[in-house]
């Protein structure tokens, strides 16, 4: 019987999803001015799709409250330009994102104070996949997919499970997802997502010379890399945020049925209702209770 015909097209043929990290309480604070930041990426942007006239690119901004696309060059506005791509794909992309920078902003007054300042990874990775998903589904020939993210703001704990939810859909899609982190500390979460997916992790040393490493790292189509040697990540951060408090724990409770983590012990599991038996730690103090209680 033979087999039926790929939709893919040739090896080299990729679809990049860039999530852009737009937080502005991360690059008032950055070493990097945001202005440098789009330089870069502007320029990263451009030679992937001269790579190949194939190539496809997709631009999602992530902000402080929301995330929403900024540009696709499949579209038939950025599609039917042929000179000058350059010039044309900064302007439509520049145009929509400080569209969408005035429209966070204005949501970002309306938040409480003490929140981490973090970025909404979740949403822009669930929009992310949900285009990919599309593609495959339209019925015509695709490009290899995978998504980048750059980001530098801190993980948000409140956002683990639907990020982990998201991860194991892209390596459920063979959807690779690589990572490129700008921030002070490293992102346990960015660094789960590469490792899980099959994708890339770096964490620049010098911002200045960020285009060398989205060109030399993760310009590197998916079929180019089972013969390049790319930069191996030393160590995973695998520590989860719990379901009650979305802290970041080392050590907690799992709820054996849903697998939910806790913190602190409890009696019922606040996701699916299953009733935990007493702690190990408490069995052994009331253990020890008895012992000391004098016989009458």
């Known amino acids: 019987m033979a087999s039926a015909p790929s939709k893919l097209y040739a090896d080299d043929v990729s679809l990049v999803v860039v999530l852009l990290d737009t937080n502005p309480f991360f690059w008032s604070s950055s070493s990097l001015s945001f202005s440098q930041f789009l330089s870069h990426v502007l320029a990263f942007l451009n030679a992937i799709l001269t790579l190949n006239q194939l190539n496809q690119v997709v631009v999602i901004a992530t902000g402080y409250n929301s995330c929403d696309y900024v540009f696709d060059s499949s579209s038939d506005l950025n599609r039917s330009f042929e000179n000058g791509r350059m010039p044309v794909m900064c302007s439509s992309l520049l145009q929509k994102l400080e569209e969408f920078l005035i429209k966070d902003e204005q949501l970002s007054k309306e938040e409480p104070e003490g929140k981490i300042k973090s970025s909404l990874f979740s949403g822009s990775l669930s929009m992310a996949l ?152 408490e069995v052994a103090s009331a253990s020890d209770k008895k012992r000391k209680t004098p016989e009458t």
């Open 130 to 281: 949900c285009y990919i998903q599309r593609v495959f589904r339209s019925g015509a020939l695709y490009p290899h997919p995978r998504i980048l993210c750059l980001q530098g703001s801190p993980d948000g704990p409140e956002q683990y499970v639907a990020i982990m939810n998201a991860i194991f859909s892209a390596q459920r899609s063979s959807v690779p997802i690589d990572s490129c982190y700008l921030g002070s500390q490293n992102s346990a979460f960015l660094q789960q997502a590469s490792y899980i997916t099959g994708g890339v992790h770096h964490k620049p040393q010098n911002l200045d010379g960020l285009f060398q490493y989205l060109m030399t790292i993760f310009a590197t189509d998916l079929h180019s890399r089972s013969f390049i040697h790319l930069p191996k990540p030393v160590g995973v951060d695998f520590r989860a945020s719990c379901f009650c408090h979305k802290n970041t724990i080392d050590m907690g409770y799992i709820c054996s049925v849903c697998l939910s983590i806790f913190c602190k012990h409890h009696k019922k599991c606040s996701t699916c209702g299953s009733v935990f038996g007493q702690a190990q730690s």
